[in-house]
């Protein structure tokens, strides 16, 4: 029997059809943490043990365990939805499944209810308790606890229970589900606390341990490398994950990862499966993150989230040779939103984004991993590369509510051999119903073009980050092309630049 795979994000249908762009799965586990002062707890030292002879220290995460270990806490959750009988798991006050597992088991579940169907028997909707466990962590002597805001999300009532076996109902201060951070308060006094350190000085490679509650078994230690940095999952999230191959299941979610000083620098966050369970592909909420979450949440009760009004997609080396890039780096900007506060600061379709506040842009997942460090009014230093040459500008960064609007005669079809397109311009029509301005409509897809992915139907709204404004002028920018040229391409409402080798 082959087993599903869990999505956590889906890419754009556009990505999707021209990129051929994988999906990643979720299973669940997520966590938050918070901004305290690090005077709340002093970082163990690493305990290193050498075996004789040999030229690489393994972490003893024993002494961490120890020390750290009592600040980990279980958290259980009660509330109720309204589900059918043959939902086979009970979800969150929204309808939503708590057990990560959920797809998994309700296959079983609905095969069990199809049998029982076919004997005459009928499913009826009704009230379920919804319970679910998960992980989380405390961070000040007076109770104040971080988990996931996807474990607590529908709960009418939380418990937290420490390792000492106490137990306290929690109050939920406030959740942000964009980054999936929830920040709990218990009555309590001299708790014990975790130490937070700075994802901003994580090694891949370094050695990192998580304890939790995978499927209920209490503070369960596991332990791993940092696989990666910066990883961008396709949710819609601006989360740049930390990647690990420590081993997490459903009820880890929330929990903290350890470096081996004893620090928090993350939160198990989910996992990329095929089977629903762990198959060595974990990710985790970098505590520099989630510790601004924390602090927004503990002084307002609720979360701002900056942006900078862009949509941008990944420099490979087609691009970069359209764009004549030295190296396949930045972000490259797809889509500018009207009004927003890059077309302020004046940013277009087809800028490169290399650095911003000086740090380098080296994937497209930088970028909203720098812009979610800031606030809704910071002023950001930007880096471009447009047309062959550096640039900068300053933006200033709005609030990620306010609502934006994505900017974006007749003539006969002309062939352009050299990309395989035939094109001819918009009617009035259709450029009201593309909301564009300018472009071409391709009427026609084949060699080079077709190959790439583009389609006919799709408009084109700009070569090498010149608009198309007319056959003649396309065929002339094609014609001083290197190797390859990158199409920015509407289909739909979805805009994304599509490199096409001609060389």
């Known amino acids: 029997m082959s087993f599903p795979e869990t999505l956590v994000r889906t890419p754009t249908r556009l990505a999707v059809a021209l990129l051929a762009a994988g999906a990643i799965g979720g299973a669940g586990v997520s966590a938050v943490e918070s901004v305290h002062s690090r005077s709340h707890a002093q970082p163990a030292p690493a305990v290193l043990a050498a075996a004789p002879g040999a030229s690489i220290a393994l972490p003893d995460f024993s002494t961490i365990t120890k020390r750290y270990g009592p600040a980990v806490v279980n958290i259980s959750v009660i509330g109720t939805k309204v589900a059918d009988a043959s939902d086979g798991d009970a979800g969150d006050a929204d309808g939503a499944p708590t057990d990560p597992f959920f797809e998994f088991f309700k296959r079983f579940q609905q095969q069990q209810q199809g049998q029982?169907?076919?004997?005459?028997?009928?499913?009826?909707?009704?009230?379920?308790?919804?319970?679910?466990?998960?992980?989380?962590?405390?961070?000040?002597?007076?109770?104040?606890?971080?988990?996931?805001?996807?474990?607590?999300?529908?709960?009418?009532?939380?418990?937290?229970?420490?390792t000492d076996r106490r137990e306290y109902r929690a109050k939920v201060l406030g959740t942000d589900p964009k980054t999936d951070i929830a920040v709990l308060k218990i009555d309590g006094k001299d708790l014990p606390v975790v130490a937070l350190g700075k994802t901003s000085e994580l090694q891949v490679g370094e050695w990192v341990l998580a304890i939790g509650s995978p499927f209920g078994f209490e503070n369960t230690v596991t332990a791993g490398v940092v696989s990666a940095k910066n990883r961008s999952l396709p949710d819609d999230s601006a989360v740049p994950f930390i990647q690990t191959d420590v081993a997490v299941n459903p009820g880890n979610s929330g929990g903290p990862l350890f470096n081996a000083r004893g620090e928090v620098i993350g939160i198990n966050s989910q996992i990329y499966s095929r089977t629903g369970g762990y198959q060595g592909v974990s990710f985790a909420i970098p505590i520099d993150l989630a510790s601004k979450i924390q602090q927004q949440i503990v002084a307002h009760g609720k979360v701002e989230h900056a942006k900078l009004g862009v949509a941008v997609q990944e420099v490979n080396q087609a691009l970069a040779d359209s764009f004549k890039l030295e190296s396949p780096e930045g972000a490259l900007v797809a889509n500018v939103e009207k009004g927003g506060p890059a077309e302020k600061a004046g940013l277009q379709s087809g800028d490169v984004i290399r650095k911003v506040d000086g740090q380098p842009v080296v994937s497209s997942a930088d970028l909203p991993a720098a812009i979610a460090l800031s606030a809704p009014g910071d002023k950001v230093h930007l880096e471009i590369w447009r047309k062959g040459s550096s640039q900068e500008l300053t933006a200033t960064l709005a609030n990620a509510s306010d609502k934006g609007t994505a900017v974006a005669d007749k003539g006969a079809a002309d062939e352009q051999g050299k990309l395989g397109l035939a094109l001819r311009q918009l009617q009035p029509e259709e450029k009201a119903r593309s909301g564009v301005s300018t472009g071409l409509l391709i009427e026609d897809s084949s060699g080079p073009a077709e190959m790439a992915g583009v389609q006919p139907g799709d408009v084109l709204l700009a070569v090498n980050g010149t608009p198309a404004r007319s056959v003649e002028q396309v065929r002339g920018v094609v014609a001083g092309a290197g190797k390859s040229v990158a199409l920015l391409i509407q289909r739909g409402e979805e805009k994304i630049f599509v490199p096409v080798r001609v060389g």
């Open 116 to 162: 029982l169907q076919g004997q005459g028997r009928r499913a009826r909707p009704h009230a379920t308790p919804m319970r679910g466990e998960g992980s989380g962590f405390i961070v000040s002597h007076d109770g104040l606890v971080l988990t996931n805001a996807h474990v607590v999300k529908g709960a009418s009532e939380v418990t937290v229970k420490l």
